[in-house]
């Protein structure tokens, strides 16, 4: 199958091109004591991944505001509220049905379901199993959430000094192939590391 592709490739006159460029300035590097080459700052200001990872553990959103991401706080939020309020239906619900199972079941003749006094026992479980079953899913979402976000400001304040120019981009460019002192036109591309 590989070399089925691979023909393809070469028959279909496909180019591809890929270059390394490597380029230091002068000052973008320095020794450290034990010989290591070390970045250099541009600014005094010295960004933290670490404070970034505390910042959001102890509150959430927090550690996107520290990496200026303040659109991921608004929708970290909206989905904390969709969650909570999944969690508060789901709860309401589980418990309602709760009460109307504990009430068909105990012995007390004088115990009256009010809730659901035309549902089977058996259809009143399944309910108060599914409900159970949701609230249990809001709340394993939320601390997904909670852990994820976590992880999103770390991460960003790792790349915050990641270089993002020009040069790291697949630019299309036209290609030409010579075969046969005949010059046909080939599809390629350029990759730039």
Not at 62 to 79: D, E, F, R
Not at 86 to 103: C, E, F, H, P, V
Not at 129 to 142: S, V
Request: aromatic share 10%.
């Amino acid at each position: 199958m590989i070399r089925f592709i691979i023909g393809l490739l070469v028959v279909g006159s496909m180019h591809v091109q890929c270059k390394a460029q490597f380029s230091f300035k002068d000052k973008c590097m320095e020794l450290n004591q034990s010989g290591y080459m070390l970045p250099l700052k541009d600014s005094g200001e010295v960004h933290s991944p670490m404070k970034a990872t505390i910042m959001s553990a102890i509150i959430p959103g927090l550690g996107q505001v520290y990496n200026k991401k303040y659109w991921k706080v608004g929708l970290l939020y909206a989905a904390g509220a969709g969650l909570g309020y999944g969690l508060k239906i789901n709860t309401d619900s589980l418990k309602g049905y709760q009460s109307s199972l504990i009430a068909e079941l105990d012995d007390d003749t004088t115990t009256i379901n009010y809730l659901y006094p035309d549902l089977a026992v058996d259809k009143i479980r399944s309910e108060r199993n599914y409900y159970r079953k949701t609230r249990d899913q809001m709340i394993l979402g939320l601390g997904l959430l909670y852990v994820l976000q976590i992880i999103d400001a770390n991460v960003d304040a790792h790349l915050r000094e990641f270089d993002v120019n020009e040069d790291l981009a697949i630019k299309p460019q036209p290609s030409f192939i010579v075969v046969n002192r005949r010059v046909l036109p080939s599809a390629g591309f350029t990759l730039r590391f």
